[in-house]
């Protein structure tokens, strides 16, 4: 295992459509982070994840999106009923336990709503 | 609210000189301040980090500097090369949350 792996590397869309993205990330790390990225922008985050358990969620997190990570290990985010600004990089992290620690990002997946 | 605030947004610097980023946490408790380098179409890599309890750690070219006083901390790159250009952020964890807050990025552009 060699780092962070997210699939797909990039999605377009059409308006209304479900997606789903998945994250596999370095396998001894117990937390996962989901964060969204717009252009000319840093990451934000959207939710977190200890092991099974989602600790928490970002206010931008809507009642359209979902996140899983059912077995503690990989974690899907899924999108409901797309809209145009959903459009973005969705940029999945992991990091091992134990205060703050070092955060290893995955290449994202592109989204394209269109 | 708290936030992380990076300037310059944009830095143009010949190859061979120095580029310094500087950036401002407004939680005096954040204890962790990592940087990363963005690619275009790539997702952020870690490329150094520091914790409070130093104020300033070196890797090659690259140096973090950290002022808890001031609530600010620096990336410096020497000898700046051509594979430097990229968009680079600043984060810190703000409000003893586990996740990092980024700062908005800072496009660094080496001109050969």
């Known amino acids: 295992d060699t780092g962070v792996s997210q699939d797909p590397r990039h999605k377009i869309t059409k308006r209304g459509q479900n997606v789903t993205f998945r994250c596999d990330p370095i396998?001894?790390?117990?937390?996962l982070y989901w964060y969204r990225q717009t252009l000319g922008q840093g990451p934000e985050f959207l939710t977190y994840?200890?092991?099974?358990?989602?600790?928490?969620k970002s206010r931008l997190l809507s009642d359209r999106f979902s996140a899983e990570r059912p077995k503690g290990s990989f974690s899907t985010l899924e999108i409901q009923r797309t809209e145009q600004g959903d459009s973005a990089m969705y940029l999945c992290?992991?990091?091992?336990?134990?205060?703050?620690?070092?955060?290893?990002f995955g290449q994202g997946t592109r989204l394209t709503v269109v | 609210g708290e936030n992380v605030e990076q300037h310059p947004s944009t830095l143009s610097v010949q190859e061979g000189d120095s580029a310094v980023i500087k950036c401002t946490y407004s939680?005096?408790?954040?204890?962790?301040f990592p940087w990363y380098k963005q690619e275009l179409g790539k997702g952020p890599q870690l490329i150094i980090d520091?914790?409070?309890?130093?104020g300033e750690k070196k890797d090659q070219r690259i140096a973090v500097t950290l002022n808890k006083t001031a609530k600010h901390f620096s990336l410096h790159i020497t000898e700046t090369q051509p594979e430097d250009s990229a968009v680079y952020f600043c984060?810190?964890?703000?409000?003893?949350?586990?996740?990092?807050?980024f700062g908005s990025g800072t496009q660094l552009t080496v001109l050969p």
């Open positions: 939680d005096s408790a954040s204890n962790y």
């Open positions: 994840f200890q092991n099974e358990a989602q600790l928490e």
């Open positions: 992290a992991s990091t091992s336990s134990g205060g703050n620690t070092e955060a290893f």
């Open positions: 984060a810190a964890p703000l409000s003893s949350a586990r996740q990092l807050t």
């Open positions: 520091i914790r409070s309890n130093v």
């Open positions: 396998s001894e790390h117990n937390r």
